[in-house]
């Protein structure tokens, strides 16, 4: 097995490497947010407060791609990706804290500072696989980059679920500090190897880059970044805050039920997404669109304002909110996977060879910015109305990053 490895070409030993630093990355992430939810709202936290305790996280994770982006293409892909795994395992080490010293700004910090790692780790996953995949004909090359992109996304995802998982299990077993020592001592091991192994020039611009050329002046990638924004939005607004509290306040669940629940949905999620290269490759060709995606969008909108539907009549049509949510949250999650792994091709087929980290890191801001508008308005929603009118507005801004993306007219950058 080792010799295999050994032989295998320097590139795909590099997206390999970068695979398993996302993935360490990821499980800690996950963890670590159902670590947070699950602890504060057994201390009494209204879900509003446990929305704000994210508040900095996605703040961040807004500035972490900008900066970001011009970051990796100045110093290379390679160092933005290790300075955010030692980021992670410091943020990590923060909340190791007694517990009378885990305040809410204490805890806002340390979220600000896992936001940075996690935005600066995703930027530089995504963006250096651009510069991996191998140059062959154009069809074969994005068919390629295609398949690259959704196993790197779609693998990140369901370790994301068993993060979920972990999170919720070490609660329950270990308790908050120790995750904490536990996740930050696994994650120190994998930077170490990742200073070692990773090369040091992985997307670095062969220009100098200036500062002000972060935002895109490219009208493609700007509604592409605007349909971005709307489609985290939508997932978030429901699925962040609202969901898991709604489960244990209204459903009854244990914490334990809750991180099983949500750990085999963003599993499933993951798998769908892994695979939709199956879906809409033939003969190393696809027909990937501002259409085929506004299609895929409106899906999404609809599948999500019949899941409203259901839970608003859920008594007259005597089903349980219990049945609906479970079932409607996979078909949902089916859905999203497949809108968001034809997101995520398009944004690396789009961005420019030189610097790439420029354009994935403008577009994963958008990404950023959809998250924090999700997660505030989940915890503000929820607390003045209910988990309907979540999903209500979900609809609407699913509806709208269809409306967006519709208007993009390269594809194959």
Same mark, same amino acid.
């Given at each position: ?8 070409? $320097? ?85 190791? %804290? ?8 204490? !805890? ?22 651009? &510069?991996? !995949? ?14 690259? /992109? ?34 930050? $001592?696994?994650?120190?091991? %994998? ?17 100098? /880059? ?9 009208? $493609? ?19 962040? !805050? ?33 695979? &939709? ?25 609809? %599948? &999500? ?9 859920? &008594? ?23 809108? =968001? ?6 944004? /690396? ?6 610097? /790439?980290?420029?354009? %994935? ?32 507005? =979900? ?19």
């Amino acid at each position: 097995m080792l010799n295999k490895i050994i032989a295998l070409p $320097s590139a795909v030993k590099q997206y390999l490497l970068i695979t398993t630093n996302y993935w360490f990355f990821t499980l800690t992430d996950g963890a670590l947010r159902m670590l947070v939810l699950l602890h504060f709202h057994h201390l009494g936290y209204s879900p509003l407060a446990i929305a704000m305790l994210f508040l900095f996280y996605e703040i961040f994770g807004v500035i972490t791609n900008l900066v970001g982006g011009w970051l990796g293409a100045r110093i290379g892909l390679n160092k933005t990706m290790n300075i955010g795994l030692f980021s992670q395992v410091f943020a990590l080490l923060m909340l190791t %804290v007694p517990e009378q010293y885990l305040t809410v700004i204490w !805890v806002m910090l340390a979220q600000a500072l896992s936001g940075i790692a996690k935005d600066l780790n995703k930027m530089s996953a995504k963006s250096s696989i651009k &510069t991996l !995949v191998p140059t062959t004909n154009n069809n074969q090359h994005h068919a390629v980059l295609f398949r690259w /992109v959704a196993y790197l996304t779609g693998s990140k995802n369901a370790l994301k679920g068993i993060g979920f998982f972990l999170g919720a299990w070490l609660l329950s077993t270990v308790g908050f500090s120790a995750a904490m020592v536990i996740m930050a $001592s696994i994650l120190a091991i %994998v930077f170490v190897l990742s200073l070692v192994l990773l090369q040091g020039d992985l997307g670095k611009a062969k220009y100098k /880059v200036n500062f002000k050329e972060i935002f895109s002046t490219h009208p $493609s990638l700007n509604y592409l970044a605007g349909a971005r924004l709307f489609l985290f939005a939508a997932r978030d607004i429901w699925f962040v !805050v609202a969901l898991p509290i709604y489960l244990v306040s209204n459903l009854g669940w244990q914490h334990t039920n809750v991180g099983i629940f949500m750990a085999l949905w963003i599993i499933a999620y993951g798998i769908v997404q892994g695979s &939709t290269p199956k879906f809409f490759i033939k003969n190393n060709q696809h027909n990937i669109n501002g259409h085929l995606l506004f299609t895929w969008g409106i899906i999404l909108s609809s %599948v &999500t304002l019949l899941l409203a539907l259901l839970m608003f009549y859920a &008594t007259k049509l005597n089903i349980s909110a219990e049945i609906i949510i479970i079932a409607g949250l996979f078909i949902f999650g089916a859905v999203f996977a497949i809108n =968001s792994a034809l997101h995520s091709y398009v944004i /690396v087929a789009m961005a420019k060879e030189d610097g /790439v980290s420029m354009d %994935v890191g403008f577009y994963y801001m958008a990404n950023a910015l959809g998250r924090l508008l999700g997660t505030v308005m989940s915890g503000v929603i929820y607390q003045l109305t209910n988990l309907i009118t979540c999903l209500i507005i =979900s609809a609407l801004f699913a509806g709208l990053s269809a409306l967006l993306i519709k208007r993009i007219t390269v594809v194959n950058g």
